[in-house]
């Protein structure tokens, strides 16, 4: 069973920056696409970043040139460092690994103040 654990959430204040971290337990990590969504009440979830077992990475568009997502596979961690940040960018950020089933963390909450 594939576990997905986030940290790094928090309360910063509109331009400034954070980093997000997930480690994954119970499967190998290597071959799998991992990534970043984000969920605020009463909207669907949206891709935030993506990033292939080759590193190729997909973007939303309303976070590019603002966030990078990297991978280490050696430690089977996936981040994503948010800079310039937005009060619309405030939600509970949902860690994800795509093998043949989709995997959530339990999410971490990031919110930016005005």
């Known amino acids: 069973q594939v576990q997905l654990v986030e940290s790094g959430g928090g309360l910063v204040q509109a331009g400034g920056s954070l980093r997000l971290s997930c480690v994954a337990s119970?499967?190998?990590?290597?071959?799998?696409?991992v990534g970043w969504y984000r969920q605020v009440p009463g909207k669907q979830r949206e891709m935030v970043a993506l990033?292939?077992?080759?590193?190729?990475?997909n973007y939303g568009d309303s976070v590019k040139g603002r966030f990078t997502i990297s991978r280490n596979n050696v430690k089977s961690m996936v981040n994503l460092q948010m800079n310039s940040l937005k009060p619309e960018d405030t939600g509970v950020y949902y860690c994800?690994?795509?093998?043949?089933?989709?995997?959530w963390g339990q999410g971490t909450q990031v919110t930016v103040s005005s």
């Open positions: 994800y690994l795509n093998s043949a089933s989709e995997f």
């Open positions: 119970g499967s190998r990590f290597l071959p799998f696409t």
């Open positions: 990033i292939s077992r080759l590193g190729n990475t």
